[in-house]
């Protein structure tokens, strides 16, 4: 067995002496010993996470609360806040770092880890050994990030790090839920924000607004034991653009409504001119006829 490098001299015999030796003795088994996580061992030795356990677990380095951000870093993204993906070491495979987004070398956290580390963090995620990455995910996240935040504008002004199918979908997601403290319950986007939304990705309005509808999945009733009835909207595998346009002309044109939780489901005059289909009137549960336009 190695001998401890560090030894302490017959008059220093103190706690503090005994734990700095420990600590000394510990780093010099961790660099010389083969198949150590040396840069885990570094990112906790810098204060970047508590433990290996918590590096672990968490996946990423997050910004420090206290670490002063200028916009738009100081955006609430998860992205933003989480920048730097971590890839825990399996079998030969090293711990690794990488950024989940390649325009977050800008970031001011990103070049504050990468100058107390002394290397470039790579650019484009760390995937694991099956290939799976973070990143893309983090694209998704900005945008629904700030849809939830009411930072529609500022999402437009920072869809660089995001992609287009990302911000619709997290257009239809802000259309379908609301903030549990939104008294009107209407949804975390209005459709009239929505609408500017999508015109500034160039999407163009369906010009069929009840086949728009008819190509989600039929309504289906939901209720668990004596609960409510609930009409959940299911939209299948449509593409991220007709989902978002089947939220707004769904709301707009009665098929969908805001339950009072502020979830969007199917309302009973939706449901009806879904079951007539393509007929030009249809029969109201109240037995008289109405149009479907």
Partial sequence: MARPKHLM?????????????????????????????TLGVALVEKGFAANLACLDINNS????????????????SRMFRFPVEVCRPEGDQPRTLGLRHPLLAD???????????????????APNRHGYSTAPTARWWHA???????????????REFTEPDCIMHAVAFGCRYS??????????????????VMDALGSNEPGERSATIRAFSAPSLCRQE??????????????????????????????????RAGFLQWSELGRERYAAGDSASYVQASGQAAFAF
């Fill in 107 to 125: 970031h001011p956290y990103v070049r504050h880890v990468e100058a107390l580390l002394g290397f470039e963090i790579a650019r484009n995620g």
């Fill in 61 to 76: 380095l997050s910004v420090p609360h206290g670490f002063d951000l200028p916009a738009p870093w100081n955006l609430p």
């Fill in 226 to 259: 004596k609960g409510a009835e609930h009409w959940p909207i299911n939209t299948g595998r449509l593409s991220a653009e007709a989902e978002a346009w089947g939220m707004i002309i769904g709301i707009e044109d009665g098929w969908f409504r805001h339950d």
């Fill in 9 to 37: 001299t017959e008059g220093d015999r103190s706690p503090s002496a005994h734990r700095e030796t420990f600590d000394d003795d510990f780093k010099d088994m961790i660099m010389d010993a083969p198949n150590i996580d």
């Fill in 179 to 196: 903030h549990h403290e939104d008294k009107k319950a209407s949804g975390y986007i209005s459709i009239a924000n929505a609408r500017k």
């Fill in 144 to 158: 629904v990030d700030l849809v939830m935040a009411g930072k529609w504008r500022k999402l437009l002004e920072t």
